[in-house]
């Protein structure tokens, strides 16, 4: 905790450095301070690929347990 708040960083590790295609991979933009999505050039704002869309439910997840962790404290 600091400054009052509670910090969740990304635990999910590149897929894409496991052979997973670039847009499939979760995390492919590499980010370790949180969650990271990127429209690609020309595509509309809310269109992201499949591997963005794995890793915020990813993250998501992992922001649930960390909430769950600190209830009641």
Do not use: C
């Amino acid at each position: 905790m600091q400054h009052g708040m509670l910090w969740v960083g990304n635990p999910i590790m590149p897929e894409q450095h496991q052979g997973i295609p670039y847009a499939q991979a979760a995390n492919r933009l590499g980010s370790w301070s949180g969650l990271m999505a990127q429209a690609e050039h020309g595509s509309n704002a809310d269109r992201f690929d499949e591997g963005d869309i794995k890793t915020a439910q990813q993250f998501g997840e992992n922001f649930a347990l960390t909430l769950n962790a600190y209830q009641g404290l």
